[in-house]
């Protein structure tokens, strides 16, 4: 088992910025990956970005690139995304999500991942 808790949720203009954090515990040895992704209402969750858990590689949706930005503490295990240039559109659920063991690549797919946080909510106003 893995429990997954997100933080940094919040209320925002346009332009500001927040950073979401993700805590993980349990099993974490067999974490292969972590995985951002968002739920708009009425909208299906997407993918927005992905660490591989010793944190060398790093995969984006093009709609957050050179705003967004993944990372990870080790020491913690735990994982941010910080967002930067927000826009009305980024307004959604966040959630994150823990893939586990022997992969291949990166996952971006919402099947792909075994463990899910509870979300946080993150609005975006113009």
């Known amino acids: 088992q893995v429990q997954l808790v997100e933080s940094g949720g919040g209320l925002v203009q346009a332009g500001g910025s927040l950073r979401l954090s993700c805590a993980a515990s349990?099993?974490?040895?067999?974490?292969?990956?972590m995985g951002w992704f968002r739920q708009a209402p009425g909208k299906e969750r997407e993918f927005v970005a992905v660490?591989?858990?010793?944190?060398?590689?790093?995969y984006y949706v093009d709609d957050v690139k050179g705003r967004f930005t993944i990372s990870r503490d080790n020491a913690k295990n735990t994982v941010y995304l910080q967002m930067n240039s927000l826009k009305p559109e980024d307004t959604a659920v966040y959630y994150c999500?823990?893939?586990?063991?022997?992969?291949?690549?990166?996952?971006?797919?919402?099947?792909?991942?075994?463990?899910w946080g509870q979300g946080t909510q993150v609005t975006v106003s113009s």
């Open positions: 999500a823990a893939a586990l063991g022997a992969r291949v690549g990166l996952q971006t797919r919402v099947r792909e991942y075994d463990y």
């Open positions: 349990g099993r974490t040895f067999r974490i292969y990956a």
């Open positions: 660490i591989s858990w010793s944190g060398a590689r790093t």
